[in-house]
């Protein structure tokens, strides 16, 4: 099965060449590696300078076209003869095994395969150690972890993210992408999940096709970005009846920052009365 991966890469250009070095160690080498430099002419010239396919997307705005360049990475990958598509955050490293193992699991049926992520301390001086990543192997506990190379099925599609995800490009035509009436931080991946869920899709947690997330410094939850948090939430809820993101949208509202209409279905931003949502449901 010809195997693409594909990263979307602006201003990470450390975590870049890490993933680069990362999929070299690959018992099951990708056909293809594109990255879809968002705005970054230096991520476009270190993935052309390793071989990988570099695809340029425009990004005028700070809100990076997250849904537009999965999707041009996805179409550019299967114009190329890609007939499994494993998307790989730009901050993650590959396990030696995770492309067999999405591979492996891959079937004619429609679906959605996700490997366990772990969150990676710090670098040390010298940088990560990849052979010893293993040693470090702590997956994120709030999602499933089957053991050795067994699969586990879950309809808690609320689960996915987009960090490390496979699918063929049937599985992928069938779905029809990314929703792109998002931008910037947060969302599209959920509403990726429930159009696959509502194409007949299954989420199938993939053992053995580990990644790992490199360290950057975050916010929890993640304060600076707010206003798209809260845009792209209205937009998941006119579209799904129902509001993605609620850990941070709660953890929001205990720090004073939005409250909620229950009256009028909007938040709002508490510091300036910005309102977000309205009642109705677009397609």
Not at 106 to 121: F, I, M, Q, R, S
């Amino acid at each position: 099965m010809r195997t693409a991966v594909i990263t979307l890469a602006a201003r990470r250009i450390t975590h870049l060449r890490n993933q680069i070095r990362g999929l070299a160690r690959s018992t099951a080498a990708p056909g293809d590696h594109l990255v879809v430099a968002m705005g970054d002419p230096e991520a476009l010239d270190l993935a052309r300078h390793h071989r990988a396919h570099g695809v340029w997307l425009d990004a005028r705005t700070p809100q990076l076209p997250l849904a537009h360049a999965r999707n041009l990475g996805a179409r550019t990958a299967i114009a190329r003869g890609a007939e499994l598509l494993v998307f790989l955050d730009v901050d993650c490293i590959p396990d030696p095994q995770m492309i067999a193992r999405y591979r492996a699991a891959a079937t004619d049926e429609p679906l959605l395969l996700c490997g366990p992520v772990t969150y990676l301390p710090p670098a040390p001086p010298a940088g990560y150690d990849l052979p010893g990543l293993r040693r470090q192997r702590a997956p994120h506990p709030a999602r499933p972890d089957p053991p050795g190379s067994t699969c586990v099925d879950s309809t808690d599609f609320d689960l996915f993210w987009s960090l490390s995800f496979a699918l063929t490009a049937d599985t992928w035509r069938r779905i029809g992408g990314f929703c792109t009436r998002y931008h910037g931080y947060g969302g599209e991946d959920t509403d990726f999940a429930y159009k696959a869920a509502a194409a007949g899709a299954r989420l199938r947690w993939t053992g053995g096709a580990d990644a790992y997330h490199q360290y950057h410094p975050v916010s929890d939850p993640p304060i600076e970005h707010l206003d798209d948090i809260l845009t792209n939430a209205t937009t998941f809820h006119r579209r799904w009846g129902r509001w993605p993101m609620r850990g941070w949208l709660d953890s929001f509202a205990a720090d004073g920052h939005i409250t909620y209409d229950h009256a009028a279905q909007r938040w709002h931003r508490t510091a300036d009365l910005v309102a977000y949502g309205a009642p109705g449901k677009s397609s």
